[in-house]
Every structure is written in structure tokens, then in C-alpha cells.
């Protein structure tokens, strides 16, 4: 490909020989060093092909071998440049496509990260990005090896990295470490204490023994089943103690819901924008202009696919949603709703493996909010696992 290039950038001619000795004019054009290439013999005819500099030296060969050479066909930039060299900027603009082409050719348009299971793409990508392999990278700028080997070290979850560079895409293959085994649970030596203070309604052990009894109050921290058990003959071992302690324990949660109340509300103003996304550079597609106010911006990005590959050149979408600052002011019964939103909320999301037996809410005001203040008795769980370290 690249001495096509060369032939082409010099200029080169198909040519045809005719005359009785055409191999005299063949050996003798060789031999005052022209080079002839795809050449074709037939009866007294010979073609091929020369670089057009030298078809200008061949007239005294062929006057001496008595062989008529013809020009067939002119081929490669010196006739393009004669074509078009009245239309000057056209020659100028498309010697400026080849260069650009010719430099991003030697660009990376894509990066591919195959391998991950654990792993976050992103994460690796901006590992990789760190280090020096990004999009719009020289490929001969790349120190892959030190790429590889940073990208290891800064990721200690990766056991093994190559990275393959194929045309403009960069390939990255990569074999996470295997997961160490951690200890079974089993294995561990542990206590089981309370986790709230509660009084104790039912106790199930499945492993150690019961340090407390239904009906025990017991405090937060306070030991419940214990590790150490003891066999018939008075031997003492330790045991991973596991149990469901059920408690009815006692809580009380304050809510405050002001009266007026700032809210960022849309106006319905909606402003756009189009950017034009070309490696890691972004500029304008149309003139700019100044938002003002308040407002969220939404960016949508549609990048160009080229079979199965996406290239990094494309538009960006960017919405503007003007929003504005309003007050508003709530009665009574509005904020009270509220707030029973915010202790519904509470109850499902904060508690949601507890049983609500009881609450008792105390509403209060003042002249800038409505108070909720509930005392909630509920029924759960208490048990907490706690590791007992030994040497």
C-alpha cells in the first residue's frame, strides 16, 4: 500500500513497446537503472508501467533498439495537479482532506474493553484514560507496556491486561484475579448482643447459649446468647452463636413541615442547543446565546455508528428548562398531609422489618410550622452477631 502511494504521489505511465527486439529495449531500460513494473509480453508487444520522470529519459533506448513506445495511460498526482490547477482552492481542499485523513488514520477513534465481570467499564476506561490511552491519541505517542502496567497497578481486581491496537481501535483483553474464598461465617467465633434497648418477647438460639429469658429488659450492647457452651462432661467450647431474639422496643420520631415553603417550579420556558462532538473537542453547531435564571440542563448525545462501532463524532443535544423560585404557603390540613407522607415514608423505608404495634402521635403548631411528634412501639429483631477476636 505504501509504494502504491509513492507511485502515485510521483506520477507513473502505462506504456506500450512495439518493434522486433523488444527485450533488447527492456534489458537495456533496466540496466540504465529505470525500473519497470507489471509488465506484459505479447508476439512483438510489450506494456508496462514506469514513473513518468523516466518515460522522459527512454526515447534514446528505444530510438537505438528501434522499438515505438506509446504512452497508454497517465496516472498519479502530477495529473491531477495539471487537471485541476485552474480551480486552484479545489486542489488546496482536497490536499487538505488527504492530510487529514492521513492523521486520523494514525488517531484512536475507539477504545473496546472486553473481559469485565466484576469490573466497572467505566471505571477501567478512566484507569486507562489516566495513563494516557484516550480518544483522539497519536497511536505512535502509546507506550502500551507502561499503559498495561499502570493499569494493573492502580486496579488491583485486574490479574491480567493486553492491550491490541487494530487500525484505529484500540483493543483492551482483560482477566480479572479469581475472588479469594473469604472464611465461612461458620468458621467465626461470635457473641450475639443487643442491638436497642427492648424487653424480650420471644427468644429462638440455634447456636450458643441464652444469656437472657422472655420478659428480660435488656439494654443496647447487652450480651443475649452467648458463644461459650458447655458439654455434659464440663467441657468448654466456642461456637458461632446465632439467634432470632424478638423485642418490643419503644421510639420517638419528630417531624417538622413548615408553612411556607420555597419551591423551584418550571416556567415553561424551554431553550436549546446543538454542539458538535469530535474526539474529546466540543463546538457549537449553531450561535450561542445566554441563559438566564434558574434552570436544569439536559444533555442527550447521539454518536455515529459504523457497523458495530461507535465512533467518538457526533451531536450533543443540550435542553435548558428555565425554573423559577415561588413561595408557597400551607394551611393546616396541607401540611398535616405532609407530614403523614413523611411518617409513611419513614415507616416503609427506615423500619420496614419491624411491626408497628402502636404509635401515638402528638401534633403541635406554631405560627411558622406544624409538628408531628410520634412515639411508636414496635416489635423486630434486636439480634446483632458481634465477632469475638481470639489470638
Given at each position: ?64 533498439t528501434g522499438v515505438k513506445t506509446t504512452i497508454l495511460k497517465k496516472t498519479g498526482m ?271 423505608l427506615e423500619i420496614p422489618s419491624a411491626t408497628v404495634l402502636s404509635k401515638k402521635i ?30
Open positions: 500500500m505504501l509504494l502504491d502511494l509513492i507511485r502515485w504521489t510521483k506520477g507513473y505511465v502505462l506504456f506500450s513497446a512495439v518493434g522486433k527486439f523488444p527485450e533488447r529495449f527492456i534489458n537495456l531500460t533496466i540496466k540504465n537503472g529505470i525500473f519497470i513494473w507489471e509488465m506484459r509480453s505479447k508476439q512483438n508487444k510489450i506494456t508496462g508501467k514506469m514513473f513518468m520522470s523516466d518515460y522522459l529519459n527512454i526515447r534514446q533506448i528505444a530510438l537505438k502530477p495529473m491531477v495537479i495539471k487537471k485541476y490547477k485552474p480551480r486552484f482552492g479545489l486542489l488546496v481542499g482536497a490536499a487538505l482532506f488527504g492530510i487529514i485523513i492521513v492523521i486520523l488514520s494514525n488517531q484512536i477513534w475507539t477504545i473496546d474493553i472486553n473481559g469485565l465481570e466484576t469490573l466497572s467499564y467505566t471505571s477501567v476506561l478512566k484507569t486507562l484514560n489516566e495513563n494516557g490511552l484516550t480518544l483522539g491519541q497519536n497511536k505512535s505517542k502509546l507506550n502500551l507496556s507502561h499503559i498495561e502496567r499502570q493499569t494493573i497497578l492502580k486496579n488491583d481486581k485486574i490479574g491480567w491486561i493486553a492491550i491490541n491496537l487494530i487500525g484505529s481501535s484500540a483493543t483492551v483483553e482483560i482477566k480479572e484475579k479469581a475472588v479469594k474464598e473469604e472464611p465461612e461465617d461458620a468458621d467465626l467465633i461470635c457473641n450475639v448482643r443487643a442491638l436497642k434497648d427492648g424487653v424480650i418477647t420471644s427468644i429462638h438460639t440455634y447456636k450458643g447459649k441464652a444469656a437472657i429469658t422472655e420478659g428480660s429488659a435488656v439494654i443496647k450492647g447487652q450480651l443475649l446468647v452467648s458463644s461459650v457452651v458447655e458439654d455434659a462432661l464440663g467441657g468448654v467450647t466456642r461456637v458461632h452463636a446465632s439467634a432470632k431474639v424478638i423485642a418490643k422496643t419503644y421510639e420517638t420520631k419528630e417531624w417538622v413541615q413548615p408553612l411556607e415553603n420555597d419551591l423551584m417550579v418550571p416556567t415553561g420556558v424551554l431553550t436549546e442547543r446543538f454542539n458538535v462532538q469530535f474526539f474529546n473537542l466540543q463546538f457549537p453547531a449553531l450561535p450561542a446565546y445566554i441563559t438566564r435564571g434558574e434552570y436544569v440542563r439536559i444533555y442527550s448525545k447521539e454518536l455515529i455508528k459504523l457497523s458495530d462501532k461507535v465512533l467518538p463524532a457526533g451531536l450533543i443535544r443540550e435542553e435548558n428548562i428555565q425554573y423559577e423560585n415561588k413561595r408557597f404557603t400551607l394551611n393546616k390540613e396541607q401540611a398535616r398531609t405532609a407530614l403523614q407522607k413523611r411518617m409513611a415514608m419513614y415507616e416503609t402528638k401534633e403541635s403548631a406554631n405560627k411558622d410550622a406544624l409538628i408531628y411528634s410520634v412515639d411508636y412501639v414496635l416489635e423486630e429483631n434486636i439480634a446483632l452477631e458481634e465477632v469475638v477476636l481470639t489470638q
